[in-house]
């Protein structure tokens, strides 16, 4: 795999200098060799300075910040000018321009099935950027579209590895565990993209829902789901307070109940307090054993 060289060039402002002063020079020695005894192949070696000194204006460029200029000579990698300013090299050279700045990407919505065969749509965003020039140039043909095709393609590889919702106590999923599944996304992606010269800054989900031909089943079995575990803690609730009541009435010696009555009022109060209504209370005249 080739590696980064870096390169500083030299200075474009020093080079202007040169080159302007070898045009005045040789301008000056033409307009002379009318007053004195020029001979042609004179004529001829000023005219060969002049068109090389206007070649190597050629080999001024100027690099902005965080951009890179990628140097080829002849097919050959030379390096990479990343330092910002004023700079010469050969003129003979291509420049290939990379940008440095971190960029985004959001990958379209992937329909795709989740761990346990639910159809999905997710789609993701990737804050990236180039740290490897050679690599971005050289390793593959077009690293932006690399980025793209291989942002989706590590999205599908997390989306089949997590169910959409856990549904068992610490089971990871894609709408719980949002912290743990941007991590993993953003390991699969760096890994894909390492060879591109590219650095995966941050990953992470920016859209997650249930395909639509699913999606009011799946709304149904959420809300089921909120229900159940509503009533759980209703009587999880209504048990303790029943336990409380017939201990501070044991405590106090309000009254003494027989295992019967115990067992009545306990249905009674569970029903007071897990029904969905409010309770229609009902005056006993008699005893308590003759209502």
Request: glycine share 8%; aromatic share 6%.
């Amino acid at each position: 795999m080739l590696q980064e060289k870096v390169i500083k060039g030299s200075s474009g402002w020093a080079m202007v200098g040169v080159l302007a002063a070898g045009i005045v020079g040789a301008v000056g020695l033409l307009i002379g060799s009318e007053t004195v005894q020029a001979t042609p192949w004179m004529v001829v070696a000023l005219a060969i300075g002049l068109a090389i000194d206007g070649l190597c204006w050629a080999g001024l460029t100027v690099v902005s910040p965080n951009v890179a200029k990628v140097v080829l000579l002849f097919g050959h990698y030379q390096g990479s000018i990343k330092a910002p300013g004023f700079r010469w090299v050969n003129p003979l050279t291509l420049r290939r321009t990379v940008s440095l700045k971190v960029r985004n990407f959001e990958s379209s919505k992937l329909k795709v099935n989740d761990n346990i065969g639910n159809p999905i749509e997710i789609a993701a965003i990737v804050v990236w950027r180039v740290i490897e020039t050679a690599e971005a140039v050289f390793e593959v043909d077009d690293y932006e579209h690399f980025v793209h095709v291989q942002t989706e393609s590590a999205v599908r590889v997390l989306a089949t590895s997590f169910p959409y919702d856990a549904h068992e106590e610490g089971q990871l999923s894609l709408r719980g565990s949002a912290d743990e599944v941007s991590h993993r996304l953003r390991e699969e992606i760096h890994a894909r993209l390492a060879k591109a010269g590219v650095e995966v800054i941050e990953a992470r989900i920016s859209h997650l829902a249930y395909a639509p031909e699913i999606a009011n089943a799946m709304l149904r079995r959420q809300q089921a789901t909120a229900i159940i575990a509503a009533r759980q803690k209703i009587v999880e609730g209504a048990v303790g307070m029943v336990e409380m009541a017939l201990d501070l009435l044991s405590a106090k010696h309000v009254v003494q109940l027989d295992e019967e009555r115990k067992a009545s009022m306990v249905s009674n109060l569970l029903v007071v307090l897990c029904s969905d209504r409010d309770a229609q209370p009902v005056v006993n005249a008699g005893t308590l054993y003759q209502g």
